[in-house]
């Protein structure tokens, strides 16, 4: 079971996979917070940062909501395995409660900040290294198509900031989470 992060898009399912969707997107979140570490204008770094919230958030929601339940049916220990991505995106979603409270200035935030993109950058590698391999030894590739066209769908309509009262599996998260 090898990790997606090397693989090619064809080993992924194609171009519209679900795996080559979230290998993207994980790539990108990683881009925009090395981004955020190097800027030294506040503003930017501050747009920045509200990037990531975005990404993060809609992310994770279309995870939890269109892939996690089809891990859990498909995926051999899929139930421990969601449940521990669940909750580090629970953690993510309250470490960034308490940075969007702080203000920009207090020292405090920095180091907030440093240990979500730490949580974050771990998420990442739970799912390419553990959970979408063994979601890609269980799904043909025009499964992995189908789910990436739903994936998409769901992240396009999802929230983009915590939620502290969402729950973080349907029905509740989609019920409660879409705006």
Do not use: Y
Not at 49 to 62: C, T
């Amino acid at each position: 079971m090898a990790s997606i992060k090397g693989q090619t898009v064809e080993q992924l399912g194609g171009e519209g996979s679900v795996l080559v969707r979230q290998r993207r997107e994980h790539a990108e979140m990683d881009r925009l917070m090395d981004r955020c570490h190097l800027l030294t204008d506040p503003e930017e770094r501050e747009q920045t940062l509200k990037e990531i919230v975005q990404l993060v958030f809609s992310h994770a929601f279309a995870e939890e909501t269109a892939l996690w339940p089809l891990v859990r049916r498909s995926v051999t220990d899929g139930e421990e395995l969601t449940a521990r991505v669940e909750e580090e995106h629970q953690q993510i979603n309250d470490l960034t409660s308490e940075i969007e409270r702080l203000d920009p200035q207090d020292p405090e935030r920095g180091e907030k900040v440093r240990r979500v993109f730490a949580l974050i950058r771990q998420d990442i590698r739970d799912e390419e290294d553990e959970l979408l391999p063994r979601l890609q030894d269980a799904l043909g590739p025009a499964q992995l198509r189908r789910l990436g066209v739903a994936w998409e769908t769901v992240r396009r309509s999802a929230p983009t900031h915590p939620h502290p009262a969402v729950p973080r599996r349907p029905p509740g998260n989609a019920l409660l989470g879409v705006p």
